[in-house]
């Protein structure tokens, strides 16, 4: 018929998409939901992947999103490819780009692991210095760095792009800089790549150097960065401290547990039917994921607060009332 004008792969690590499987089994007693089906269904489906990325990637016609992360984060990244891709007639936003799919070619098993974390956006030189951690925070200039932090549901990517609109600061997270380091092809990429493809949990002071290297970058560059989703326990704020000192700010959109489960529920119930979606909102998993985020983010938002870095923001709000009351944070700030 034609050559589509863009192909969207929702990539998703092999485990999770088990478990999803597994639990609508459970739900709605589908026979073809059973292990040994599942095993050969998600085998097929890698095999048959593979050489369809390769093709579409050759034509640059194909963007890969993790779809291991929550729907809004997932939507929010499939709206910015679409208006930066589809729709080129204003000056595009900064944005998720096509993860250097070629990999696939290397090992059958990087499609469940690469493509597990957020989308690489386009990423500047980090140019890794030698030496070790502790010497980041000898550079001059005060790091123009925010922590955006925020349960599932309390708009954190829909602000983190308007603040890089706004503001002119980069967006990044964890999941970015680990996709970039295992695109560099790297000692330390390489290494974290079997410890992955070992299903052994990556140990988190690479994350944490990975995000220091991020930052140290970013200030030579004069540019800022704005952090999502970090930190997300009082170790990892502790640890980023004692490396590269306090943040510029950290804002906190503050939403109740019940107001984030409305619309992640609301949200469900408008994904074109989606089964995924309501069956997460309706076998609790909405209510476990804000609890725990509630959970682990009041030792943080307290240490914060100690420190008067902390801006609350009342996510209860309209998207463009929260906004401003980020612009208003901002423009407190002196570091910025």
Do not use: W
């Amino acid at each position: 018929i034609c050559t589509p004008d863009l192909v969207v792969f929702l990539a998703c690590a092999n485990h999770r998409l088990k478990e999803r499987l597994e639990k609508r089994a459970e739900q709605q007693g589908r026979p073809d939901d059973n292990p040994k089906a599942t095993e050969r269904r998600l085998t097929n489906f890698k095999q048959n992947t593979i050489p369809l990325v390769k093709y579409f990637q050759e034509r640059g016609l194909i963007v890969t999103l993790d779809a291991d992360r929550d729907e809004e984060e997932v939507f929010c990244d499939i709206s910015m490819t679409l208006d930066n891709k589809l729709f080129p007639s204003k000056e595009p936003v900064a944005g998720p780009s096509e993860l250097d799919l070629s990999l696939l070619s290397e090992t059958s098993s990087l499609a469940d692991v690469a493509c597990k974390y957020d989308e690489a956006e386009e990423e500047e030189e980090i140019g890794y210095a030698e030496g070790t951690a502790e010497s980041y925070c000898t550079e001059q200039k005060k790091p123009k760095v925010i922590f955006m932090m925020g349960g599932p549901g309390s708009g954190k990517a829909l602000q983190c792009e308007r603040m890089e609109e706004r503001f002119g600061l980069r967006r990044v997270t964890l999941g970015d800089l680990l996709c970039s380091e295992l695109q560099s092809h790297s000692d330390r990429g390489r290494h974290l790549q079997d410890v992955l493809e070992r299903g052994e949990q990556l140990p988190e002071d690479t994350l944490l150097e990975l995000l220091c290297e991020a930052v140290a970058s970013s200030v030579r560059q004069g540019k800022g960065l704005v952090i999502s989703g970090f930190p997300r326990e009082l170790r990892q704020a502790e640890e980023y401290e004692a490396k590269m000192g306090d943040p510029g700010a950290v804002l906190l959109l503050d939403c109740s547990s019940d107001t984030m489960c409305s619309r992640l529920q609301c949200r469900g119930r408008s994904s074109s039917g989606s089964s995924l979606h309501l069956d997460r909102e309706r076998d609790g998993a909405s209510d476990r994921r804000t609890d725990s985020f509630c959970s682990d983010s009041q030792p943080v938002a307290a240490h914060y607060e100690r420190r008067k870095l902390l801006h609350r923001i009342d996510a209860e709000r309209s998207p463009e009332e929260v906004f401003a009351q980020i612009c208003q944070a901002m423009d407190s700030c002196s570091t910025f």
